[in-house]
Each structure stands twice: as C-alpha cells, then as structure tokens.
C-alpha cells in the first residue's frame, strides 16, 4: 500500500425530494448570490429548474442562470460563466445535471476568482489555489463528479479535452435524488454505468502490491453496478436500483478504492481522444477502448486479472489455465457493455481504422498509463485490436518481470 | 435503501512518519495553542509525544499536555481537560492515542465553549451546538473514532457509559501510520478487530430491504478485517496487514457501511453494561455478546444470516438447510474471535451468572436494539446464551412476519 492523504468534505444529501433543500444548503455555505448552471430542457420541462430556483428564493438567495451545457463541456461556457460571475457578483455556483454540468461549474468556480484564463489551470500554466464554493444537484449517475476531485472541459481551441483535479473541486455538498434519474433515456443509464465501472479498472489494474482492502471494495462497488445497471434500465421507476447506480457512481470515483494504489488512466486518456474526435458519449468511448486495453496488457498481470475474472465475474478459477480465466473475465466485460447496448468496437462506434495513428499521436504528453507504460505505437495496437471487432490478442506484451 | 445523510469531512493522512505532520495540520485547522490529549506511558515511552510535540513548535502552535487516559475513557480526564482548555485559551485539541484518548478529546472539544456540565450532551439535557476544533494521531485501530462521529465516555458518577453522536465529533484531521502500531500488544490488536467487526456487524443485521450495494461493502471489509488481523498479530512488523486494520477500522465506522440503512447497535449497549461492570476491553465484551446475539435472533432472518456465512465466512450454501448454513456462519464468528485469543463466554471474561439481571436491567432507555427489538429478558436470554459457553440456540424466537 502507497502513503496517501484522503479528504472527501462533501456533505451529501440523498433522499427522495432532495432539492427542494438546495437553498438551504447553498446558505449554509455562506452563498448569497448563486449561478446555476444547467444543461438542455430536461431540467425545464421536467419542473426540477423551478424547484430549485424557488427553494433558492425560499432560503433568500438570489441567483443567475445560465443554460446550455453540452456533454463533452466546452471551454465557451465556462467562459460565459466566468464573466457572469464577475459581473453579479457570485459568490456560489450550482450545477444541475450530470459530470458536464458539474465539471463545468467546477471550471467557473476557478475561473470566478482569478485574473487569468481560466484554461492556464487546465493547461497546467498556472497552480489552482482558490475557487469560489460550489454544489450540485445530480440528475446523471455517471461521472461521480458529484463527490469528485475532477474537472474535465474541452478547450475549444484546438479540440483539447483536459482533466483538472484538485481538492478545491469536491463540491461542498451534493443533493442526490435518484427519483430524478427515473427519466433518464436507457443509453445515458448504460453510458453511466459503463463510466463508474471506468472509474473502478482505472484504480483497480496496478502494480502496487499488498491492496487487499481497496481490491476488496472495488470488487463489491463493480459487482452491485453489475447487479443493478440491468435492472435501471428495465425498470425505470425501480427506486433500489436507480438509487444503487447513484451512489456507487460516487464511490467509484471519490477515490475511496484508489487511496493508496498507482492508478492507470490510459483507458481514459484514449478515450478522451475519441469523444473529442468523434464527439461520442464519454461511456461509449470507454466500452470500446477499455476491452481493447484489457485484452492488451492482460499478459502483464494475468494473475490480477484471474482475480477480476473470478471476484467481479464468477468466472471458475482454473489454476491449470490461468490465461484462458483471465481471458474470460475480459469477454465478460466486453459481453456485459455490449449487452447495456454500448459500443464495443470502432464500426459500432462510428470510429475510423485510418483515423488510429493521429488519435494516438494525439495523447496528452505522448504516453500514458502506469499499469503498462503506453507509447503511441502500443496506444495504435489497441486502437487496433478496439477496431478489428472481437480481434486478436496482441501476442507481444510479455509479462512483468 | 433509507435516505440519508453523509458527510465524512476528516483529512486522513495515511503514511509512514506521517506525525511529523502534526503542527503543520494543527496550523492549517487554525490552531494557535494546542491541548494534546494522550494515555499512559507508551506515548512517552516510544518517543512519540516528543515528535508530535516537537512538530507543534516547529510550526509555532503553543500547547498544554494531558496524560493518563485509560480504556473506557472516564469523565474525570474530560473535567480536567475542559477545565485546561478554558483556563489556557485552547483553541485545538489533539489526541495521541486510541479511541479512549480521541473519543476523551472529542468531550473536551464539547465541553470547552459550553458553560454547563459536558455530560448534559451525553445525558442528552442540552443539544451539542458547538465545540473546538480536533484532531488526532491514532495508535491503536479499533473504535475508528479517528473518522467517527461518535464519542463514549463513562461517566464515573454511577459508572454510566453513554456514547454521543454529532457531526462536531469529526476529527479535522486523522495522522494514521501504520508503523506507530507495530508494538502494540497481540491482544490490543485482537480487540481491535474484534471492535471493528463488530462496527460493522452492528450495521449489517438490519431488517431495510434493498441494501445490497452497503451489503457487499460491508462483507468486503468483513472478510479484509478477518485476513488481516492474524496476520498483524503473527508479525509485528508486516505493515501491509497493520496498514489494512488501521484503514479498515475507520471504515468500519465512519458509517460508510451503513448508510441508507437501520442499524442494530444492541450487542454494543450490552457490551457497554458488561464493560462498565466488569472494566474489561470493549473489545472483549463484544466478542462475548455478539455471537450470544446472532445465536439468539439468527431466526428472525435465517436469509440474511445465510448471506453472511456464505460470503464472509465461505461456509458452502446448501438451500436444503439454511438453519445450518446460518449457524455455521455464527460459529465460523465465535471461533474467529476465540481464535484471536478474545474471550466468547461469561467464564473466559470473568463475569458471573447472578449478575445478568442487574446487567439486563441496566442497558440504557429500557430496551435496544432494530434488528430485533429486546426488552430486559431478551437481553437476559442473550447474557445467559454467552453464560452457558457454547450452549443452546434460543427456540423461542419466531421468524419474522
């Protein structure tokens, strides 16, 4: 086990009616004058934009509003969002909606109090060292955002999709309402479910020896998302299941299952190539690529990778043939995606073969992973194997010494 | 799943010589003169004090120290310091030590900026509204105090032991290094599994359905605990397996288990009595009750107990005859403990057959317990189960409707 410090201060608030809560917690934390910011017309039509607004008023805080987050966030509204809270003098921002609502709150947050661009953090030119206090309401149980050190935007400029975490982005308080996501299409609770699942491989599949514990907890959050993501989707007013992918999507990636263990993130940084190409869903980026890692760098671990098969899947161990149980754990992943209805290959995603050297070429600072140290010519093998559709395992990765 | 609140702000610093911290953390918190609250002389003894001393000063935070706490912490210690803390001008309380020395910090923390008596909040005659900032630097993983809302001080006028839950009580920062529990006793550290299990026990037998995502939590750190725990005490030195105690036992009750949840809590209030009673280690009181407990209410949801010989104790299921796989899990429990050297009967604990109704008598408000609901002869039933050493299941309980 690594050192490591772990402080997750965000009060949350989970509970059916929720929101009509908001204001008071926004003045708990000293807010006076909020922005809130919010995605599309769901959170209109659907009446939880005015519950929130007027449990705001209730509590005698007044508020901006500014629409129009897009998945995939964009540096525009951050932006528009910085200068509105200049301007009023915001002293709170709220989200509500899902990971592209909150990170985009976080982004205004850090820009609202400084004289710079806002990117300068994101681009790492500058240290973020404060930010205005902000929270959210959850609708989307996906980006774990919600209880997060993270910020992911997309610098417009140049199509740059960057992640910032800091300990000034764990929002000081998250109301989560699974009724809310009652409404959500089935794709976006697969896309959810195939994101937190993300969240939990990027911490699980290390070098660091001796994390019995953190496996252990992983295994249990992958194993009750697994349990219930079907179930969400089946029955959209299931409470038990909604409420389950809600909080396990916190879990995930508050990094309670990643103190202490060197963490990969490859998956997700190549991911995050593909939706700023392609501009797909960040789940059905990581559906795709994360079996294709799997099915790559397996031969490095095979024996965590037994362990995955056996804990998460139930696949029979097989000490005789502990390649063909590793190889199953990661069929089993792949099978389950695709069974979401998520993308499994480029066809399905819509991802080109000839697109493959510039996407890898294209990875923040040229390499990436910690499990298995990634190039660009292995992030290609990857992509390949991602693009050859159910394709072969790459024979060449030996196992680590 | 209940709704619920969760807010579990502590800093946790997790690492080797982590104590060198000390005054820089305090510093942070905004202290300026520090109480440091510890318990015999192993603090001195080993050195520890001085480092934590000596990093104060580093960083310029004045203190006054406080020794002698004992196990089952008393109220002459918390007077004393209360006492200090006012006539001083502490702003900051910092333990050294346990749960008896944090959760002895805790009820100095409540009572400096009250002008009453501090067991009027544990007598529950007033409301705790504020209390000094606290932290801690833990030497003994068991009541997971350094990440718990909760605090439990006996109160020597008529040896009441009463626990006190408020959010005031979360330390602003816990300094765990694993290494500080190297010497620790084999039997402290059998008592502090036994404790965390039992943190975790008292939040798993409940009878809200829908909770299987707090379910597999609860078994996972379950089965990390019962991995561990011999291991640290075979090898003083092994810090993977100290590193996972002490990281388990704060996990075990920060409530992260036991959220959206009813929760039991009635083996802890017996054990209380027989504590207070006979001044033996928490600990050893919960190793006797608890499996009298499970033998005694195992009917009242043969399936919920099924659940956990299978999946903490890997007792095969055999769908034939869940009564045996329920009783198979409760004496996989008791020969745990008995195997760590715990005592598991009235006789190994010292304690005597005539004093069961009085013990009975005693427990706080008349009755205990959710999962079961027990008046005074329950309990006695309970006390005469641990009494009998290894006797009869109880016949009378029904299941439940």
Known sequence: MLDFEFCAPTRFVFSRGAQSRAGELVAACGGTHALVVYGGGSAKRSGLLDQVLSSL???????????????????????????????????????????????????????????????????????????LPHGCVLTIPAAGSEGSASSVI??????????????????????????????????????????????????????????????????????AIIDAAPRAMENATDYESHATLMWAGMLAHNNSVGVGREQDWASHQIGHELSALYDCAHGESLSVVFPAWMRYVYRHDVARFVRFAVNVWRVPNDPADPDAVARAGIAATRAFFSSLGMPVSFAELGARAEDIPALAAKVVGGATGHFVRLEPPQIEEILRIACADGGGLCPHLSPKS
């Open 154 to 223: 997309t610098q417009e400029r140049g199509m740059l999709k960057r992640g910032l975490n800091s300990e000034l982005h764990r929002p000081r308080f998250a109301i989560l309402n699974p009724e809310l996501t009652f409404t959500l299409p089935r794709h976006q609770l697969a896309c959810g479910a195939t994101d937190m699942m993300a969240h939990i491989l990027e911490r699980y599949f290390t070098n660091t020896p001796d994390v019995a514990l953190t496996d252990e907890l992983a295994e249990a959050l992958l194993r």
């Open 57 to 131: 008023k209730q509590a005698g805080v007044a508020y901006e509003t500014l629409g129009g987050v897009r998945p995939n966030p964009r540096s525009d509204l951050v932006y528009a969002g910085v200068e509105l809270c200049r301007r009023a003098g915001i002293d709170f921002v709220l989200a509500i909606g899902g990971g592209s609502a909150i990170d985009t709150a976080k982004a205004i947050a850090d820009g609202a109090l400084y004289d710079g661009d806002f990117w300068d953090f994101f681009a790492r030119k500058a240290p973020l060292e404060r930010a």
